[in-house]
């Protein structure tokens, strides 16, 4: 891995670790804000707004920052988010301060994308990206629970101090390894340029993918322990290794589509989207038999992302030329899709359908997925449109 490119890994798994953890000190931070575990909650809803909708506008308002400094400013941002909620007095301040890390994050992989595949040639773009994406995979993996764990031995505040310390690490690789860049020039009509990028077709088409995905992602995972319990029949002490298990696909799965992604993208991902709408039917047949279903999850969770790469890969190609709205919409578009994910399965499950039903709506997600994929890819051959160049300002 080139040494820019780990420097913007450590501070992806920093901000991914910091979004998910929450969940795994969950019941700490509850009674120590003396609020009921469900209120607390929202720290996690919070968080992905954060993300969706401050994060594209952050983007925009410093479009003519120079993007190493922009990279800097919002891995301090992180570090001092950690240190406010470490010392938060009560719900309210703590959600207000994730919120505002959670603007940053969402910022800051957008623009670190940008970042990453100028700073490889074009053949190796698909692999910068899945550099990016394994720092969210590997912060599952390892960061949470471990996150958790030091939380669960000297309480959920030590968590925070220890993501700060992982920040200033973070901080301190961008400052020594990212090299300097130049702001964007003064242009008029760039604004107007950003939003027309949306318009073509390989751009929208590609955040549909990106939806469905979440949807045949996050509905089953939402809901994945009490479907291990009912339906599976596991003990709960089994069901944080099948968790692992998902973590460990999914950190394999980033890197096999960087390499798809700069092989052959559109037909990669027209076979990965399809292979993975059977791979959720195996599921649901598989839900009752834990052998079967933990190599069911492991592939389930590689899938996942190995998808995720080419897609995000393609938004960033195809927006090459104009790329602070769009690319920050990438985390904006993945949690949208979260958002929707827990809604959809909710309402699924308040209508009376049970656990074992969440798999198949994700394979009716992906297999539309791979419908537009296929469209999307006759369309661009058709017309012989090329993706516009990419510069690193």
């Given at each position: 891995m080139p040494l820019p490119l780990f420097a913007l890994f450590l501070a992806a798994f920093a901000f991914g670790t910091t979004e998910f953890v929450?969940?795994?000190i969950l019941p700490d931070v509850a009674q120590g804000l003396g609020v009921s575990i469900p209120f607390a909650g929202y720290l996690v809803s919070g968080y992905a707004l954060g993300i969706a909708l401050g994060g594209p506008f952050l983007t925009m308002a410093t479009r003519r920052v120079s993007r190493r400094t922009i990279l800097l400013a919002l891995t301090v941002a992180f570090c001092l988010g950690q240190i406010a909620c470490a010392l938060a007095p009560n719900f309210a301040t703590m959600l207000l301060f994730r919120i505002a890390t959670a603007i940053a994050h969402g910022a800051y992989f957008g623009i670190a994308m940008v970042v990453a595949i100028g700073l490889v040639p074009q053949a190796f773009r698909g692999r910068a990206v899945s550099v990016i994406l394994a720092g969210l995979t590997v912060s599952n993996v390892i960061g949470v629970p471990v996150g958790a764990a030091i939380g669960g031995f000297w309480g959920w505040r030590t968590t925070f101090w220890a993501m700060t310390l992982v920040g200033i690490l973070a901080l301190a690789a961008i400052w020594i390894l990212i090299p300097p860049t130049k702001a964007d020039p003064q242009q008029s009509g760039h604004f107007s340029r950003e939003v027309r990028v949306l318009g073509r077709q390989q751009v929208w088409t590609s955040?549909?993918?990106?939806?469905?995905?979440m949807i045949g992602q996050m509905v089953p995972f939402t809901y994945i322990t009490p479907l291990l319990?009912?339906?599976?029949?596991?003990d709960a002490m089994f069901i944080p290794w099948m968790l692992l298990l998902n973590g460990i696909g999914a950190t394999l799965?980033?890197?096999?589509?960087g390499r798809l992604s700069d092989w052959k993208l559109m037909p990669s991902l027209i076979v990965m989207l399809a292979v993975q709408a059977a791979v959720l039917v195996v599921l649901y047949l598989v839900s009752p038999y834990p052998l079967l279903m933990a190599v069911t999850i492991f592939v389930w969770g590689a899938l996942n992302f190995a998808i995720g790469t080419p897609i995000q890969a393609r938004i960033l190609m195809w927006t090459a030329d104009a790329p602070s709205l769009a690319s920050s919409l990438i985390p904006s578009g993945f949690n949208i899709g979260i958002a929707i994910a827990a809604i959809v399965g909710a309402a699924l499950l308040e209508g009376?359908?049970?656990?074992?039903s969440l798999p198949v709506l994700g394979a009716f997600a992906l297999a539309l997925a791979c419908v537009v994929a296929i469209l999307?890819?006759?369309?661009e051959s058709r017309s012989g449109a090329v993706p516009p160049h990419a510069a690193l300002r």
């Open positions: 929450i969940a795994g955040l549909i993918m990106m939806l469905a995905l319990r009912e339906v599976t029949g596991l799965g980033v890197f096999i589509g009376g359908y049970g656990y074992r999307s890819a006759a369309r």
